[in-house]
């Protein structure tokens, strides 16, 4: 499965990016997408083959050198060394933008989520009929494709919360908005108004490219730059649905800043967490007043639907 896919821009700076491949035991996909982000690396995918996984990284060319590289590689040895896992096999190479983004290209298809989605890359002429709703992306530098199960989990479980809408409006917040895609989705299905979040300004403008390119007006949708206090503050007030699609150690953060956006019968869908993370998870939502509704899993990451009451 092809998944955390992210393609450097033609409007960036660099012309040349470092990918690094890094070959390793599934169990050790997470730290090694930790290391990645705290590095610095951007554009992440990866592909699962029975116990195994690769995944991909980019950076631009001036911001690592070779001796950085090797430490990193070093790091990650020892990570599996630590989890008693096998010795992940790191390599990298500088890529030509052009060559990147046309393999990026080819790599990526249409992809039908849950019962009402179809993700079209924005590339792509999608079908003019369609029982589908067509949320086209192009997710430029940010995450959120719909490759990755976590992102399936957020949609699948909207699919399921704004399948039967009352006449009340419906505002939703998506903290880690990167693509913009769980948002965009929010709004096919019905959702009145989005507040969306990242802390990565590149995210950002990412969920504003994909918002104009879904037909969306940047009043309905709005993304900035920073996380919940942002959203506080641009929400005004309690909403009726929480989106967040995160690590779950920032998601542990998040949790207890969540009272001042949450109303008697706000609901809120937490993905980006590991099965072995679930429990101090849901102990946590407890502590706040949230009751797990249902808990839904694929490979080994799980989604948590939430409610206040
Ligand atoms: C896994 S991606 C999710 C993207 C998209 N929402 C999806 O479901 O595919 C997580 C995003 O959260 C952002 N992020 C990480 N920590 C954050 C925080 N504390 N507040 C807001 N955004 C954060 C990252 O920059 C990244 O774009």
Redesign the pocket.
Known sequence: MLA?CLAPKVTDMAHSWWEIRVVCDLNLEETVFWRLENFGFRGTASQTKHQSCLICAYLPEEQAHLLDLAALSILLRQDALCMEMSIPIVQWDLIDEEDWSSSWKQHWEPTEIGDRFWIYPAWLTPPENSDRLILRLDPGV?????A?A??QL?LESLEMRLGILGENPITVV?????????GIGAILLGATQVYG????PL?VRSANENRDLNHISPEQMISEV???EELIKRAKGPVDGI?C???AE?IM??IPQLDCLTKPNSWGVL??ILLEQAKPIADLLEQHGWIVATLWKRQNWCCFNIRRS
């Open positions: 955390y940010a995450f959120g494709t719909g990755h976590t992102t957020c998506d903290i880690g908005c990167g693509s913009g895609i769980l979040v990242d802390t990565d995210a920073g996380s919940v989106l699609n995160i690590l920032v953060d998040i993905s980006g």
